[in-house]
């Protein structure tokens, strides 16, 4: 569920975020190379804007951690579902802000872009902690790689196939293939509803809450009614 449901999100949000911003923004693999690019042509307002989309995906993830570390104690629900809120907000507000986006400066297209890069961060950061590194939901060039590595163990002679292995094959192709769900969904979307896509996938981010919690607040109910 953790990994169909952000990949969705994550596919989702680099489509529209390329339609509607002309950047990808799930991940940095991409700017990392523009960066170099733009140093080569000594594009100095560029670079400074590339730095700038590196350095709030670097945030995103870092704030991530910082808040689950900071809540552990409270409870495990709200330390992970915290950065997921966050998200949520700030999705809504690109959402609020964005819906004129054609008249939007290149300034303000570039701060946009760098504010749903934060949140990929705070998503990813929070994914691959649960999961203890296992899920990447916007890094699909590790996760192929990964994935190639592990078929190619399932399928050798000589390794044992194991239900780990088959667990870890299992999750890498549900994330790639929910990623890949999600962008066709993003992209028709945004072909209907333009910006208002944004609001959609808050949406989807909020089932993930619920269905977390949900367990926990129909024992409470069971427990109340029977008391």
């Given at each position: ?31 990392v190379a523009t960066l170099a ?17 590196l350095f709030m995906f670097f ?169």
């Open positions: 569920m953790l990994a169909s449901s952000t990949a969705s999100v994550a596919g989702m949000t680099n489509v529209v975020g390329v339609i509607a911003f002309l950047s990808f923004v799930s991940n940095i693999t991409g700017h690019g733009k140093i080569t042509e000594q594009d100095i307002g560029e670079v400074y804007t590339v730095l700038y989309w945030f995103g993830a870092f704030v991530s951690n910082f808040i689950v570390k900071s809540l552990d104690y409270r409870s495990t629900y709200v330390a992970h579902s915290t950065p997921i809120v966050l998200e949520i907000v700030i999705l809504l507000a690109v959402a609020f802000y964005g819906n004129d986006v054609g008249s939007m400066s290149d300034f303000q297209r570039e701060a946009v872009t760098g504010a749903v890069l934060f949140c990929m961060g705070l998503q990813n950061g929070l994914v691959s902690r649960i999961s203890g590194g296992l899920i990447k939901t916007s890094h699909l060039t590790g996760l192929i790689t990964d994935l190639a590595g592990e078929l190619s163990d399932l399928l050798h002679p000589h390794v044992k196939r194991t239900r780990e292995l088959k667990d870890k094959i299992y999750i890498r192709v549900t994330v790639l293939a929910f990623f890949i769900i999600g962008g066709l969904i993003g992209g028709y979307l945004f072909g209907l509803i333009g910006m208002t896509t944004f609001f959609v996938i808050p949406f989807i981010l909020s089932t993930i809450l619920l269905y977390d919690i949900y367990p926990v607040l129909l024992h409470r109910i069971r427990k109340w009614w029977t008391a």
